[in-house]
């Protein structure tokens, strides 16, 4: 069997047989963690995002990188998710799943798939009394003070650069489907007559979508990006 083929058949017979002939065996973490790599978990052919796109593994988060999710380090024995709003572990994954991979339904809890990420995430967990950490959604997007814009070029790399790719050019981007920034908000002015450009981009940042509609951009709580780092980054991209 090869590894390149890897799918949910794969591992059923992987986890059967518990060894894949030629190749060591692997488990069901190291199973996960590969799933957890991989944008292919996802069956939408739109779908570029791997868990990995958002969330590090590490004990706290790597220098260079603001992600939308917290590191999955020490996340499988919290008592909730997301800040409250999910009390089941495979919910809290779920919701990444359909909402920002395009996952068509949810991981079944017996599924391959659940099971190998929940191993992996136990793997990545020592701490079995982790508290849960706060999720605080900005409800209404305002507009915030601007800010430094050599720090606003850090938060930019940090934050949008792996899915956007380069200011100006979108060089090196994720996905096609993530648009070029700024130059995209040129056109604001018409799809949202009379809201600020700056605002628009606040509003998807903050919540994802455009005003409660579109999108499987992530959003970001206030501990994943601060208001004032948001003012910075606004002042780089000189909206
Ligand atoms: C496009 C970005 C994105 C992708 C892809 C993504 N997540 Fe998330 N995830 C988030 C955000 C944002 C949150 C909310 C902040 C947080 O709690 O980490 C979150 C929350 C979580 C949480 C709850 C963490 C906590 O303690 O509150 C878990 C667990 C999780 N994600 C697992 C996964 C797994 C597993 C995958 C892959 C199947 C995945 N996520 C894919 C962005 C993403
Ligand atoms: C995990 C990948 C990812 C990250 C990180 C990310 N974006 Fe996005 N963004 C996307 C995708 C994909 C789209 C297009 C789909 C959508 O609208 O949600 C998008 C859309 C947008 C749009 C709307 C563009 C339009 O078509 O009008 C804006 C504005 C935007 N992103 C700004 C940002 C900023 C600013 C950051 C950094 C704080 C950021 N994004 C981080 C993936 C991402």
Known sequence: MRRAGLGALAVLALLAAGCDGKDAPVTAAEYGERLFNDARLSESGFNAFSCATCHATTPTAPAGRLDSGYTLHDSAFRKSWWGGYETRLLDAVNFC???FMRGVAPLPEDSPQSRA????????????????LPFTVVKDAAEVPRGNVARGGEVYRAACQGCHGEPHTGAGRLTELASILPEVTADYGETFPGVP??????????????????GNMPPYSLEALSDADLGALLAFLEL
């Open 97 to 99: 799943y359909v909402n």
């Open 117 to 132: 990420l929940y191993e992996y995430l136990v793997s990545i967990s020592p701490n079995r009394d982790a508290r849960p």
């Open 197 to 214: 450009p700056s605002l628009v981009v606040i509003e998807k940042v903050r919540h994802g979508q455009f005003f409660g509609v579109g």
